[in-house]
């Protein structure tokens, strides 16, 4: 079984650009998750899809951050416009359906975002 | 104050040591508990999860959670040089698609 992998794996990019990160979970996964870790920080939860749906964006920064997930399998995360403290390491992570017993949630690699 | 505490280290033990990893925890509805392991610059990889107070064992690894003291504790047995990483202790309070809350983590290094 594929894990799930996160695209690109680094990305540098000036401040007030565009950036889109990438992740596709674990075939048949309906939950997707998407979190944070800045520099010297804990890794920080952004949001939660349910197959398409958001089911918690509590974590969002703001409204320069987009998630999408449509049709329920890979999900895009747009940052734009990009600012200095956008910079970290971007994880994506899925699990089964909400009527599992567990939360096992997997990871990916990271996107590891760099703005200068 | 964070909801999770956890000593950054960093932690070096001798090759075949037993080794303590510990978070603790201010809200009291984290009902699951989780360790990951995270090598450098690779996503975290899940060890070990367990739900309310109580251990659980899988090889080397025993997770221990009490929740009465907020508490929970990861023990590596004869730890390796392959087990030198950081670790991060996460927690939910819902079984199902909540959203976890981790600790800063605690770097180990195994010395051969």
């Known amino acids: 079984e594929a894990g799930v992998t996160q695209f690109p794996s680094h990305s540098v990019i000036e401040k007030g650009q565009t950036v889109t990160l990438r992740c596709d979970p674990i075939?048949?996964?309906?939950?997707l998750y998407w979190y944070r870790r800045v520099m010297g920080k804990e890794i920080k939860f952004l949001l939660h899809?349910?197959?398409?749906?958001?089911?918690?964006e509590s974590g969002m920064p703001n409204n320069r951050f987009l998630a999408e997930r449509t049709g329920g399998t890979y999900s895009t995360l747009k940052v734009q416009p990009a600012e200095l403290e956008d910079s970290g390491v971007y994880f994506c992570?899925?699990?089964?359906?909400?009527?599992?017993?567990?939360?096992?949630?997997?990871f990916g690699p990271g996107t590891r975002l760099t703005v200068t | 104050q964070k909801e999770v505490e956890q000593d950054p280290g960093p932690l070096s033990v001798p090759e075949g040591a037993i080794v303590s990893l510990n978070c603790t925890y201010s809200?009291?509805?984290?009902?699951?508990f989780m360790w990951y392991r995270q090598y450098s610059r690779k996503g975290p990889e899940l060890l070990m999860y367990?739900?309310?107070?109580g251990n659980k064992e899988d090889g080397r690894f025993t997770a221990q959670v009490d929740k009465s003291s907020k508490y929970i504790s990861l023990f590596i047995r004869d730890s390796q040089p392959s087990d030198s990483a950081t670790y991060l202790c996460?927690?939910?309070?819902?079984?199902?698609?909540?959203?976890?809350?981790f600790g800063g983590g605690t770097r180990l290094m195994v010395k051969p």
């Open positions: 992570a899925s699990s089964r359906a909400q009527g599992e017993v567990k939360n096992e949630q997997y």
């Open positions: 075939s048949g996964h309906d939950n």
């Open positions: 899809f349910v197959k398409e749906s958001k089911q918690d």
């Open positions: 809200n009291s509805a984290f009902q699951y």
């Open positions: 367990t739900y309310s107070s």
């Open positions: 996460a927690m939910s309070a819902r079984r199902a698609g909540n959203m976890l809350t």
